[in-house]
């Protein structure tokens, strides 16, 4: 089952350059969140939503924007791409209470900055 | 001193052998607890949910929290090759709208 799609699932990009990594999810679920992934940091949440328009900052939200105006779509945007923003993105989405509270991810964006 | 500390590994066990993993944490305000499992270049999947102390068993998978002590287990009946991965717990705090906080992963390998 679809459930919660990424991409693109791999993309290479350079210093300065505008990029948008796309999250797309089929259950209708309120909460979605945006991870990354580095080594030596483990999972670190960038924004999460908890309905459509209503976003909020995680514990690294720097240099990413994130919009929700449709419940299934929760893009994620970095201005203008860093070195340091070379890492794995995840993005997850959660039903709450109606669904056990169990939060589901994505198969990953693995985004190089050169 | 960080909120959660997990052993990284990495750990190496033979096939059939109990594996039991570790996280222990800070904050008397983490509300549910999770255990999550992740295969190289995947996303986490969840493997174990709960909210109280004591035992949830599903398969060969049982979750131990101890609220009073602060903190949870996972154990791995019969391990299997199949069981390589990194495992990860995670935890929901009391009013913080479900964000997951994640320790840093235990690296597991199940040697045939």
């Known amino acids: 089952d679809a459930g919660i799609t990424q991409s693109p699932r791999y993309k290479i990009t350079e210093t300065g350059r505008q990029v948008t990594l796309m999250c797309h999810q089929t259950w209708s679920h309120s909460y979605m969140f945006w991870y990354r992934q580095d080594l030596g940091h483990g999972l670190r949440l960038i924004y999460y939503?908890?309905?459509?328009?209503?976003?909020d900052k995680g514990e690294v939200p720097d240099g990413y924007v994130v919009s929700r105006s449709k419940t299934e779509n929760f893009p994620l945007t970095l201005e203008s791409a860093t070195r340091s923003q070379t890492s794995v993105y995840f993005c997850?989405?959660?039903?709450?209470?109606?669904?056990?509270?169990?939060?589901?991810f994505g198969e990953g964006s693995w985004l190089t900055v050169v | 001193q960080k909120e959660v500390e997990q052993d990284p590994g990495p750990l190496s066990v033979p096939e059939g052998a109990i594996v039991s993993l570790n996280c222990t944490y800070s904050?008397?305000?983490?509300?549910?607890f999770m255990w999550y499992r992740q295969y190289s270049r995947k996303g986490p999947e969840l493997l174990m949910y709960?909210?109280?102390?004591g035992n949830k068993e599903d398969g060969r998978f049982t979750a131990q929290v101890d609220k009073s002590s602060k903190y949870i287990s996972l154990f791995i009946r019969d391990s299997q090759p199949s069981d390589s991965a990194t495992y990860l717990c995670?935890?929901?705090?009391?009013?913080?709208?479900?964000?997951?906080?994640f320790g840093s992963g235990t690296q597991l390998t199940v040697l045939p």
């Open positions: 709960t909210y109280s102390s």
């Open positions: 939503s908890a309905a459509a328009d209503i976003t």
């Open positions: 995670a935890w929901v705090r009391s009013g913080s709208a479900r964000q997951l906080t």
């Open positions: 997850a989405s959660s039903g709450g209470i109606s669904s056990g509270n169990t939060i589901y």
């Open positions: 904050n008397s305000a983490f509300q549910y």
